[in-house]
């Protein structure tokens, strides 16, 4: 598919002016200024969007918290009738919107489909917790049964400021909004300058499914100019945010202002682990998908492969096979299995690793240049290094980017050490037809996702967060729900 064959209704989002939604109307910046959206394809500007700073922040957190005063108090199931009505607007626009994270994002068609569809399924989920919310009966200890009513409540934790990335552009916003709906909170969502087009769009069907004015508000604009003053807001009562490890540290001084409520989903470098008697035909497509699935732009990539000695040729053999049997091209072609990073910064960021690693000795297998036929866009081959000595930069740095680094083990214990040891601590896989082993492993490592024969199986009833410097908290599951609510304990006295 050609930029000409995109949906006309694409063209006439993108030909419209973008702006800010703020207390359910659309404004321009308070400077009036805008900043270029870019095809990571064709390095051509597709957009020009409202660059918002903390003029526009002020608003948005005055809206969110008008709105709270009343969307804290809607009944449950009337917020959960909307955000079913919404994950149905998804749905119904899924081609369109694919078509938009597309051409902001790079990646295929066929992910930015599957990206629509696990957005739709995870409003539904959390739609569904809207009328759970909870709290306890807790017969008080030091006086006699049924002296006192005790019991908890859980309110929302009121304002709520969602940064969040550019490698699922949609996704990450749902996975902020739909709890933080679903309890009663209200937002101010950030989306990453790179790829604020959705963002826009999904503001559009907010409004559509009918969620009341200020309920959830939208900023775009620079990370500094943005996200700053929004996580250090002094009505903002808790700000989530995805992305790098040092913005994530940024963030959480930036809260201290008045000491908000913060969650963190931040970098890694995923200990992916084949152990000898592994099924080979699942592990070597299982490894290669675990690192080049969305170009590597995924918080959770299988980045550091350990393969054990016995079978260590065969799995090179069969990765590199997987790597050159990638079709990269431009994701509106239907055919395309790789499309490009996301952003000139992320091209030249990968490129710099690729370097280092070949200074620091690492054997380049396959890739590690521009594919030929691309005069335009960020496109990068995927790249397979074998780093003997675990010595180079490639086998301790998130990449952020199609570059995977093989070593090889023989002991366990040592290769537990050696996957444990990282400032990271997000996601690890396991491949094995010994579950007995899969289970020990598993238990031994520092990760806050754990896959066994399958990698990326992300669902929202499972948290998902990280160990170390990948994060602050869960997202996603029961967990999620604790992250957007205050515990409130009520005690009352019978007699
Ligand atoms: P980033 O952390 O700089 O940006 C993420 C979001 O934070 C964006 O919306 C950005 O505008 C905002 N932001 C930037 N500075 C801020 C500040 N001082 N205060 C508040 N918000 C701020 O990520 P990036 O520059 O887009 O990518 C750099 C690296 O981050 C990547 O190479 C990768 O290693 C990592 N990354 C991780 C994830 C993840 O899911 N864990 C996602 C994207 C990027």
Known sequence: ????????????????????????????????????????????????????????????????????KTWRYEIPATRARLLFKLADLVEKHTEELAQILTLDNGKPLLYSRHECGAAAHILRHFAGFATKVEGRQVPVSGAPNGAFLNYTLRDPVGVCGLIVPWNFPLTMCIWKLAPAMAVGCTAILKPAEQTPL??????????????????????????????????????????AFTGSTM??????????????????????????????????????????????????????????????????????????????????????????????????????????????????????????????????????????????????????????????TVMSWSDTDELVERANNSIYGLAAGIWTQDLSQAHRIAAQLEAGSVWVNCYNVVDPVSPFGGYKQSGWGREMSHDVIEAYTETKNVCVNLY
């Open 247 to 404: 913005v994530g540290k940024a963030i959480a001084q930036q809260a201290t202002s008045n000491m908000k409520r913060v969650t963190l989903e931040l970098g890694g470098k995923s200990p992916n682990i084949i152990l000898p008697d592994a099924d080979l035909s699942k592990a070597i497509p299982g490894a290669a998908q675990a690192i080049f699935y969305n170009q590597g732009q995924v918080c959770t990539a299988g980045s550091r492969l350990y393969v054990h000695e016995k079978v260590l040729d065969e799995v090179l053999d069969g990765l590199c096979k997987q790597a050159q049997g990638m079709k990269i091209a431009n994701g509106l072609d239907e055919a395309s299995t790789m499309g490009p990073l996301v952003s000139e910064r992320q091209y030249d960021r990968v490129n710099r690793y690729i370097e280092q690693a070949l200074a620091d000795g690492a054997e380049l297998l396959t890739g590690g240049k521009r594919p030929e036929g691309f005069d335009k866009g960020y496109y990068l081959e995927p790249t397979i290094f074998l780093d003997r000595e675990e010595k180079a930069c490639i086998s301790k740095e998130e990449i952020f980017g199609p570059v995977l």
């Open 1 to 68: 598919m050609a930029l000409n064959t995109v949906f006309p209704e694409v063209h006439n989002f993108l030909s419209k002016p973008t702006q800010l939604f703020i207390g359910g109307q659309w404004v321009d910046a308070v400077s009036k200024q805008t900043f270029e959206v870019e095809n990571p394809a064709t390095q051509q500007v597709i957009a020009h969007v409202a660059k918002g700073d903390a003029a526009d922040v002020d608003l948005a957190v005055d809206a969110a918290n008008k709105a709270f």
């Open 198 to 239: 959705i963002a826009v769009r999904l503001m559009q069907l907010f409004e559509e499914a009918g969620f009341p004015a200020g309920v959830v508000n939208l900023v775009t604009g620079m990370g500094i100019d943005v996200g700053q003053p929004l996580s250090a807001h002094m009505n903002v009562n808790k700000v």
